[in-house]
């Protein structure tokens, strides 16, 4: 078997393989996305890559990102592990857990990071350090680079920021739709694809045997019963819809897209004002709510739905609780429902011992193996979990780190360690999420247990992916007849044919390959990646944009637009301009929200006192169609905002068009002349109004309480001179607002 030789790889560290040699010289010469089967080597690839970048150029470096901290920290060992980089600092590591006077330094010193991206993405932002000097961008799952994830941005940023880039795409489940495939090309500026199947000549020795077993099981008549009665529920709410005129289908076609669907319909006919709509958006919400009620039913379990039908009854007898479950919970049937789940003793499915006898069956064949579980409910990983280690097989759930009352994620650290230990040996079976899905290197997994099929070959690729990796591994579906699950089997079966079939279809005609220097350490006679543009910085207008608003899109355009932009925590308003104009950010349904649920006015007060010029921009949508509110409550507030408050208010079609906003606001306040005026004078204002003007502007002071001192003392001069106990005899004036005018009037300047 022979090894890799490079003068920045470890002696004997790497195996040469074929085809990772290949795809590593090829995406030297362009912006690559590599699609290879899961533990067949992308980390390999990019790490050949790497140390080809960092060879060329020693004031280089390399910034790989992955979308979670334990992939991150994976990829962080397996470089630090088989790199050779002088300098304790020349690796580093950051997640959201690392300060960012620690990033700015560790950037400063390394010469290859591993990172999230949401952290760079912040980082950038705020202008902490410039990409200019990273001649690889690795982006690991890069199916994720839609819409507003961070992979988003960090593409556009670095291709502009960049002297020399070049982007290395990882991923071992594309998606079976072309399209998608072709939207994250272009949003990572892919000019080549470079992907392998495990019947491909050169790829073919290095696959291991995955056995791949369905296991079919019945629904127990208990289950069938509470079925039955969803099924009622749900034919009675189908049929409201369609007394509402809306397009109800039959209940054997209800799905989410179906759902989704639907709720577009609902929301369009709110916003022309349809009575019936109101309702139809409740009926909407109550058939969400049954349909995951059927889901657990056919596929997770008694225990499962027990708890849900539970918390569905206690926020429906409540009087804060959503008319949806406070509807189901007046309707007999689901009483009915709910009282014969209470009765239930103990798991009633047939999957939940299936899965312990499959369990202690590969621990009983192979004593030493490893084993992952993978259920897509949290609540049905902590049943499996808590059952195994019960019955004597030592077992722990991997989850992600949301939390609820009941029961609480595991932080990032926490996975870290589980995995440390999971490979370490010191329990036997995982039981996880899709947290478990994606990039993790757990060596010698022997056996994947699918809880239930899922329907995204994505995702089904990912898990089985988990096994046979560095031996013969064996996956097991287990499989409801008659259910959702029978179905979500055949559509992940097709989904991954077309994807690997489309996978063919979509690698990129050879071209003639550079000659790297990959195997013998020898630079290239000449290197042909021209530089695409040149360093970029931010010359535009100063933005100070509030710290929790670099999950908005609006931040990303404005930095990309060139705005000189500062990230920091603004006490009021959402992007400050200049020393006169604070800006307050809301949604038209964030707006409605605020007006409803929380003090809308009170904040944009608070918004009012901190600036001269206060500008609140409501972006996107119809005010009056997003709740059940009387217009005329929406104009009052907006009369108040306005004319009580001051407040100019604006509105967006969307955050790229906020974006635009804010930068014109930006130039036309540098470009004013002179001095700010904090008090622009109104020429018809009387001496009179002018007094109590300047008066009002004192800490605790306003126009009636001005008035009142005015008329008390006869003069400014009059009010400035008093002591603290003539104020307090004013009427309206307390002690601590007196002390505070004495107080202000003799502060030094």
Request: with cysteine.
């Amino acid at each position: 078997m022979s090894q890799i030789q490079h003068p920045l790889i470890k002696p004997g560290a790497l195996e040469a393989r074929q085809y990772q040699l290949a795809i590593a010289m090829r995406a030297l010469d362009q912006n690559t996305m590599v699609v290879l089967p899961t533990g067949l080597g992308k980390t390999a690839v990019a790490l050949l890559v790497a140390a080809a970048r960092l060879k060329e150029d020693e004031g280089a470096r390399v910034l790989m990102l992955a979308p979670t901290k334990p992939l991150a920290e994976q990829h962080f060992r397996f470089f630090r592990d088989l790199l050779v980089l002088p300098g304790d600092d020349a690796f580093v590591l950051f997640t959201g857990e690392t300060p960012p006077a620690e990033r700015v330094r560790g950037w400063e010193h390394s010469r290859i990071c591993f990172a999230t991206p949401q952290v760079i993405k912040n980082d950038c932002l705020a202008g902490r350090y410039s990409l200019e000097d990273v001649a690889l961008l690795v982006v690991d799952e890069c199916h994720r680079a839609v819409g507003n994830y961070a992979y988003t941005f960090l593409a556009e940023w670095y291709a502009k920021t960049a002297r020399h880039p070049l982007v290395l795409a990882m991923t071992a489940s594309p998606g079976g739709d072309a399209e998608k495939v072709r939207a994250v090309c272009t949003v990572l500026g892919i000019d080549r694809v470079e992907t392998r199947v495990e019947t491909d000549p050169d790829v073919a020795p290095y696959v291991h045997e995955r056995t791949l077993e369905f296991v079919k099981v019945d629904l127990p008549a208990e289950l069938v019963d509470a079925r039955a009665r969803m099924h009622l529920l749900l034919d009675s709410r189908l049929e409201a819809l369609r007394l509402l005129g809306f397009p109800a289908p039959e209940r054997e076609r209800l799905s989410m897209k179906t759902l989704n669907y639907l709720n577009a319909l609902v929301q369009e006919r709110i916003a022309e004002r349809d009575p019936a709509a109101f309702q139809a958006a409740s009926v909407q919400a109550e058939l969400m709510k049954l349909r995951h009620g059927l889901t657990l039913c056919e596929s997770q379990g008694s225990v499962a739905l027990a708890r849900f039908l539970e918390r569905l009854a206690v926020d429906g007898a409540s009087e804060a609780g959503s008319k949806a479950s406070q509807r189901l919970a007046a309707d007999p049937v689901f009483g009915e429902l709910v009282a014969t789940a209470r009765a239930w003793e103990g798991e009633l499915h047939p999957k939940f011992p299936l899965v312990r006898a499959v369990v202690e069956e590969q621990l009983r064949d192979d004593p030493a193996s490893r084993i992952i579980v993978f259920a897509s409910y949290r609540d049905t990983v902590q049943q499996i979990a808590a059952h195994l280690s019960a019955c004597g097989t030592p077992s722990e759930r991997f989850v992600g780190q949301a939390s609820r009352d009941a029961e609480k994620g595991l932080s990032q650290k926490q996975q870290i360690d589980a995995l440390r230990r999971f490979r370490a040996g010191e329990f036997r079976v995982l039981v996880a999420t899709s947290v478990g899905e994606e990039g993790l290197d757990i060596p010698s997994t022997d056996l994947v247990i699918f809880y239930e099929p899922v329907p995204s070959e994505i995702r089904s690729i990912q898990r089985k992916g988990r096994t046979g990796r560095s031996g013969t591994g064996r996956i097991v579906v287990l499989v409801t007849k008659g259910t959702a699950d029978e179905t979500y089997r055949y559509i992940s079966q097709s989904r991954e044919r077309s994807m690997q079939k489309g996978l063919v279809r979509m690698r990129t005609p050879d071209a003639p390959a550079r000659q790297a220097e990959l195997s013998t350490g020898d630079p290239p006679a000449e290197d042909p990646l021209q530089q695409r543009l040149a360093g970029f910085l931010p010359d535009g207008p100063s933005i100070v944009a509030d710290d929790r608003e670099t999950a908005s899109r609006v931040v990303e355009a404005l930095r990309l637009s060139g705005a000189a932009l500062e990230i920091a925590h603004l006490e009021d308003g959402d992007y400050a301009i200049g020393d006169r104009i604070l800006v307050e950010r809301k949604t038209a349904r964030d707006f409605v929200d605020t007006l409803v649920e929380r003090d809308l006015l009170g904040q944009l007060r608070a918004l009012a006192d901190a600036a001269t010029k206060p500008v609140l921009i409501i972006e996107g949508g119809d005010l009056y169609g997003h709740r059940q509110i009387h217009p005329n409550a929406i104009r009052g507030a907006l009369a108040a905002i306005t004319v009580d408050m001051g407040i100019t208010l604006l509105y967006t079609a969307d955050e790229r068009e906020t974006a635009d906003l804010l930068l014109v606001l930006a130039r036309r306040e540098e470009g004013a002349r002179g001095e700010r005026i904090a008090h622009p004078r109104k020429s018809h204002r009387s001496v009179r109004e002018q007094q109590e003007y300047v008066l009002s502007a004192f800490p605790e002071v306003g126009p009636r309480t001005a008035r009142a001192l005015l008329e008390a003392f006869g003069s400014l001069l009059g009010v400035l001179a008093a002591d603290p106990a003539a104020l307090e005899a004013v009427p309206g004036v307390g002690a601590k607002t007196a002390a505070r005018i004495h107080e202000f009037v003799r502060q030094g300047y």
